[in-house]
């Protein structure tokens, strides 16, 4: 199984995803939101076929006055209300109409793109009832990179995410606003300049758009993706501490964690010996045992990498299913009222991978803190100053920048209360049981945007403790693994001589951490 994201280098690509109600990856998600990928949808007379079946199955109901939810009744509590037929094509304009409500601040661009096509990709499953007509919209949208103007906030994790994919639903019909070339627009003056018209739903297509956990799954590929390299940067952040603190390179010893065969943790151990090229024969070390943020960080990291196959398998599963209701069985017959639209499983995922993220925050908090302080860094400057002893009273070194990254790590910390357990009973008490997935979602962002800063902050000390290290009479000279990687960052920040304010060099790095720039390791 296919451990990591692959990292991107250079990896744009002329092969356009192509859709037809097969598999898509994550790492196909993230290639089409961060603008690396284009769309095409299929011309497969099979696809074709299946889809324009569904909906002609849903059309045969209707002209026989068949009773179907949100079709030809109003929705959620309100399912007892018919409604009439001359009404049946205005029931979907009124459904992204009355969701019009989303509050906060607006999707990025990249994840409007990731919301667009995962909502394309469940779609194209051939259980919506939808026509080739609104899979060729979708796929136009993102073919031109016209993106809904998405509010993060407003759903409950079932229905779906009904108030945030209205956005998309309105876009289509021509309302609201897009992002276009990097502005963001009336939706009705770009279709215009365009020469599109505005599409109109046919009668289950609103439901169909906005009955789904698109929003919760595409936020949660960028959260997987921003995960999965942070533990690489955890175990590489690791290797330089534990260079520069004089540790103890034999608390990953290959025979040592045969005992404890976790596949992710024993994955840490081996990047870590790599780095570090502990010799098979370990030598005497002034210390028998280090402290715990360098003894067990494969048992930190490893947590992360070991619950990457699992967090994959939830979020590649829920973005290759049908997540709308009702969905339509041709083959049978048969129009099935359920609740796909629960996005428990994303809700899940997502809160366990925050709390896993906030512990590598956790982790590098503390082996910065031994490298600052001088009663445990075996030798380094106080807090990591490479002022001359001359100017040393003058200069605090990575003083602050300590102080930034427990402040960080503690908001971390604090946001990993699972989203999931806090389900409300809403829309007249049918939705009594709502999953929080789309929350779940953006807390771990919102988590793994701090950890990503700690990550900031430690890296920069690391590579400035490693030199510091190195410098010394009595060292043994730098891994030429930690070495290089050094050298490759010092081509984007200055050691810290006289002190300076790194505000610049940090924001540098969260960017360079986040769009995962440097290649660490290779994929597992």
């Known amino acids: 199984m296919t451990i990591m994201l692959e990292v991107p280098t250079d990896c744009t690509t002329d092969t356009p995803l192509l859709l037809d109600g097969s598999p898509v990856s994550l790492e196909d998600v993230l290639a089409v939101a961060e603008g690396r990928r284009k769309v095409l ?38 399912c007892t209300r018919a409604v009439a037929a001359e009404d049946l094509e205005t029931l979907p304009h009124q459904l992204f109409t009355f969701h019009g409500c989303g509050l906060g601040q607006a999707l990025s661009v990249e994840a409007a793109r990731a919301v667009v096509l995962v909502r394309l990709v469940s779609l194209c499953r051939g259980y919506s009832g939808v026509t080739l007509g609104l899979l060729e919209r979708l796929t136009w949208l993102l073919e031109h990179d016209v993106m809904p103007v998405i509010p993060e906030e407003g759903s409950v994790g079932a229905s779906g995410d009904l108030t945030p994919l209205s956005y998309l639903a309105a876009v289509l019909c021509g309302e609201r606003d897009v992002l276009y070339q990097g502005e963001r627009r009336p939706t009705a003056e770009v279709f215009a300049e365009l020469g599109l018209t505005p ?11 906005m009955n789904g956990t698109a929003v919760m799954t595409a936020l949660s590929v960028f959260a997987f ?23 103890n390179p034999y608390h990953f010893d290959a025979d040592l964690f045969a005992a404890k065969p976790h596949p992710g943790q024993n994955r840490v151990a081996d990047r870590l010996r790599e780095d570090l090229h502990a010799p098979s024969t370990p030598r005497n070390s002034p210390r028998l045992q280090d402290r715990y943020s360098t003894r067990c960080a494969p048992h930190v990291i490893g947590v992360v990498e070991d619950a990457l196959p699992f967090w994959r398998q939830f979020l590649e599963t829920e973005l290759n299913s049908a997540n709308d209701n009702p969905l339509i069985d041709v083959e049978n017959g048969k129009i099935m009222h359920g609740g796909h639209f629960y996005g428990g499983h994303v809700a899940f995922a997502m809160d366990s991978l925050k709390q896993a993220a906030a512990n590598l925050a956790d982790l590098l908090d503390r082996q910065l803190a031994q490298l600052v302080d001088t009663r445990f860094s075996h030798g380094l400057p106080s807090n990591l100053s490479g002022a001359t002893p001359q100017r040393a009273p003058l200069n605090h070194g990575y003083k602050a920048v300590q102080i930034g990254a427990s402040a960080w790590t503690a908001e971390a910390l604090k946001l990993t209360m699972p989203a999931s357990v806090f389900s409300r009973s809403t829309e007249c008490h049918n939705q009594d049981k709502v999953s929080m997935g789309t929350i779940a979602a953006r807390d771990a962002l919102r988590v793994l945007t701090l950890v990503e800063q700690v990550a900031a902050a430690a890296l920069h000390a690391s590579c400035q403790a490693l030199e510091l290290r190195a410098a010394r009479p009595d060292a043994e000279a730098p891994p030429k693994q930690l070495h290089a990687f050094v050298a490759e960052c010092r081509e984007h920040f200055a050691p810290l001589g006289e002190d300076r304010a790194l505000e610049t060099d940090l924001r540098l790095l969260c960017e360079l951490i986040r769009t995962r720039h440097w290649r660490l390791y290779d994929a597992g």
């Open 225 to 247: 993706s921003r995960c999965a390299y942070l533990a690489q940067l955890a175990s590489r952040i690791t290797g330089l501490a534990v260079y520069a603190l004089d540790g």
């Open 41 to 78: 949808l299929s011309c497969d007379a099979v696809f074709r076929e299946r889809i324009a079946k569904g909906n002609a199955f849903l059309e045969r109901l209707l002209a026989e006055e068949g009773v179907i939810y949100g079709v030809t009744t109003g929705y959620g509590d309100s």
């Open 199 to 209: 599409y109109r739903l046919r009668p289950k297509e609103g439901l169909a758009l």
